[in-house]
T-cell receptor, first 114, second 110 residues
Framework: KAGVTQTPRYLIKTRGQQVTLSCSPISGHRSVSWYQQTPGQGLQFLFE???????NKGNFPGRFSGRQFSNSRSEMNVSTLELGDSALYLCASSPDGALTGELFFGEGSRLTVL | KQEVTQIPAALSVPEGENLVLNCSFTDSAIYNLQWFRQDPGKGLTSLLLIQSSQREQTSGRLNASLDKSSGRSTLYIAASQPGDSATYLC?????????FGTGTRLQVFP
């Protein structure tokens, strides 16, 4: 059974550009959440999607957005990139989005902003 | 506001030792607690999930306990091996997200 797949694994952008990251959850999983990991702030919650609806959102500016498709795949977009957006972006999926459910993470997309 | 702390921040031990990693949280109103392992440059691998109604979970050489009333969880690693070297993260499930600790960086040397 395939795990959570994130693409691209690595990317380099310059300030002011935008970026789109993709996440394919484990087959059958309907909930997808996104986290940002940086050396200074650790792992922080970005947002969660369930059945194409954003259920929760973390404390990030509006430049960070996401969506989920009918096949549960999710994308997140960051516009007007800043140097501080350099991070490892991790996607996690869970079967039904239950608050007691186990989360399974992908390998992440490492974004470098120059 | 929920805060999660992990002690120690780093640990270096010889192979074969039994280890205890600590995780503490400030608000006992959690749904569950999950332990993860992260290798350098990699994603998170789920190790153990403890629901709020449970006291412990075991998987192979790993055992995790949960004491909600005191806001503490421990991860016990038996007979450590060099392959156990990684960063270990605990995370508590709040109403809508996981809140992570800062991790314990473990090095097991031969």
């Amino acid at each position: 059974k395939a795990g959570v797949t994130q693409t691209p694994r690595y990317l380099i952008k310059t300030r002011g550009q935008q970026v789109t990251l993709s996440c394919s959850p484990i087959s059958g999983h309907r909930s997808v959440s996104w986290y940002q990991q940086t050396p200074g702030q650790g792992l922080q919650f970005l947002f969660e999607y369930f059945s194409e609806t954003q259920r929760n959102k973390g404390n990030f500016p509006g430049r960070f957005s996401g969506r989920q498709f009918s096949n549960s795949r999710s994308e997140m977009n960051v516009s007007t990139l800043e140097l501080g957006d350099s991070a490892l972006y991790l996607c996690a999926s869970s079967p039904d989005g239950a608050l007691t459910g186990e989360l399974f993470f992908g390998e992440g997309s490492r974004l470098t902003v120059l | 506001k929920q805060e999660v702390t992990q002690i120690p921040a780093a640990l270096s031990v010889p192979e074969g030792e039994n280890l205890v990693l600590n995780c503490s949280f400030t608000d006992s109103a959690i749904y569950n607690l999950q332990w993860f392992r992260q290798d350098p440059g990699k994603g998170l691998t789920s190790l153990l999930l403890i629901q709020s109604s449970q006291r412990e979970q075991t998987s192979g050489r790993l055992n995790a306990s949960l004491d909600k009333s005191s806001g503490r969880s421990t991860l016990y690693i038996a007979a450590s091996q060099p392959g156990d070297s990684a960063t270990y993260l605990c995370a508590v499930r709040d109403t809508d997200k996981l809140i992570f600790g800062t991790g314990t960086r473990l090095q097991v040397f031969p």
